[in-house]
């Protein structure tokens, strides 16, 4: 990497004047290239800090169609598409000269980073090279995901590279406290904060549901509707969801499938699962139309940091049935707002399901149970929460201290 010259610090912080004295670098892997609940996140935080005074730049990898308007300034940083047949995801190797200058000029007084590989390691070490601190943000269980491509062996390498860059940053946070705990047990960083996420009461709620869109899909008015919802990439546990609605079949249970979302891995599900709906793609009211239109939502996902799709469908009214691992089993709660099962126990999703089915008196108590656990989260809740520990790293960073992680995690 070509020096860049320290920033002098032209912003004097104290705790007392609050978000406005933050000057922000925000690195993210993809900004708004994709709509994913990691991306919603950022942008929601983005906008909350300039709605109280801060100033952000973000900086992230780009593309010619953008999934949504980004919040604030996006500076574009080269990028690639990604390799493996995921190429609505962009990957920059590192931060080229233009953007260093670039943020030197912004002179900020912290780093967020949302990226622990590739430039989000380039920014950590242009962090520690400008005296600034850093925190970094886990969005979700990269180490999981080598076991769903055939290449597990890279399993224990991947963590370490983790462990290294989680390990050098001021402060790190996760998205629940189960993912935060996860972390710790992993040597990831000796405390992990957390960053809690939100749901829309206003756009997400039961009133969404709509008998004249669910007949237009086929769906009879008295057909128990079983729901998939978010991406349809092999890391969402598409597999197991495939096995548990075979099983359900194999047991002659009357319900419907109803898919909602895309991605590439759109043929293969529709395949395993025969006679299902796909809804495709939605956003906003729209996607709250198609969860509240469905009755029980089943996401045996192992992979997540925090579950928003979990999240969403409790509060459309929906029980929810999960993979009881991080994300999940600090959303749902087990026998009061749906199901938790140990993840891949296709018995123990059939089993949920089949309950449900079998009593519709159960699933209404417990969908009305899911809406009132929902609206305890809030994005306004959760941004407060990650901004004091911004105002904590900058008032407790050592740049020595620092510069010493990041030297032993090299």
Same mark, same amino acid.
């Given at each position: 990497m070509n020096a860049v010259p320290a920033i002098p610090n032209s912003v004097a912080f104290t705790a007392e004047s609050g978000l406005s004295a933050l000057r922000i670098a925000f690195i993210s892997g993809n900004y708004n290239c994709v709509r994913d609940g990691a991306n919603r996140a950022q942008n929601m935080l983005v906008r909350f800090l300039l709605e109280h005074g801060a100033?952000?730049?973000?900086?992230?990898?780009?593309?010619?169609?953008p999934a949504f308007e980004p919040a604030g300034d996006l500076v574009s940083i080269p990028s690639t598409p990604l390799p493996f047949g995921r190429k609505e995801y962009r990957m920059a190797w590192r931060l080229p000269r233009t953007t260093r200058d670039d943020i030197a000029a912004f002179a900020p007084n912290l780093f967020h980073i949302s990226l622990p590989l590739l430039h989000g390691k380039s920014a950590l070490k242009l962090a520690r090279h400008m005296g600034v601190p850093a925190v970094g943000a886990m969005h979700t269980r990269f180490e999981t995901y080598p076991r769903y491509y055939r290449m597990g062996l890279f399993e224990r390498p991947l963590l370490a590279v983790l462990r290294q860059f989680y390990q050098a940053c001021d402060q790190v946070v996760a998205p629940c406290e189960s993912a935060? &705990?996860?972390?710790?047990?992993?040597?990831?960083?000796?405390?992990?904060?957390?960053?809690?996420?939100?749901?829309?009461?206003?756009?997400?709620?039961p009133d969404r549901r709509d008998m004249t869109w669910r007949r237009q899909q086929g769906f009879a008015d008295d057909?128990?509707?079983?729901?998939? #919802?978010?991406?349809l990439v092999l890391e969402k546990g598409l597999d197991d969801f495939a096995a548990a609605i075979a099983r359900?079949? &194999?047991?002659?249970?009357?319900?419907?499938?109803?898919?909602?979302?895309?991605?590439?891995? &759109?043929?293969?599900?529709?395949?395993a699962l025969g006679d299902a709906v796909f809804a495709?793609?939605?956003?906003?009211? @729209?996607?709250? &139309?198609?969860?509240?239109?469905?009755?029980?939502?089943?996401?045996?996902?192992?992979?997540?940091?925090?579950?928003?799709?979990?999240?969403?469908?409790?509060?459309c009214g929906l029980p929810v049935i999960a993979a009881d691992a991080t994300g999940n089993s600090n959303i749902v709660i087990d026998g009061l707002t749906g199901a938790l099962v140990p993840p891949g126990d296709i018995d123990?999703?059939?089993?949920?399901? #089949?309950?449900? #089915?079998? @009593?519709p008196l159960l699933r209404k108590a417990h969908a009305f149970n899911a809406t009132a656990r929902s609206q305890s989260f809030s994005w306004d809740r959760a941004s407060e929460g990650i901004a004091r520990i911004y105002l904590a790293a900058i008032a407790g960073h050592d740049p020595a201290a620092c510069e010493v992680r990041l030297t032993e995690a090299r």
């Open positions: 100033q952000v730049r973000v900086y992230s990898p780009t593309c010619d169609t935060a &705990r996860t972390m710790e047990a992993q040597g990831m960083h000796s405390q992990v904060g957390i960053w809690t996420r939100g749901v829309d009461p206003e756009v997400f709620h057909q128990p509707v079983v729901a998939f #919802l978010g991406r359900l079949r &194999r047991e002659n249970a009357e319900f419907g499938v109803l898919v909602i979302g895309d991605g590439p891995a &759109r043929a293969q599900f529709r395949q495709g793609y939605q956003h906003g009211p @729209d996607l709250a &139309r198609a969860i509240a239109s469905a009755d029980i939502l089943l996401n045996p996902s192992s992979t997540e940091a925090f579950g928003n799709v979990s999240l969403e469908a409790m509060a123990g999703y059939a089993g949920a399901l #089949l309950r449900y #089915l079998a @009593d």
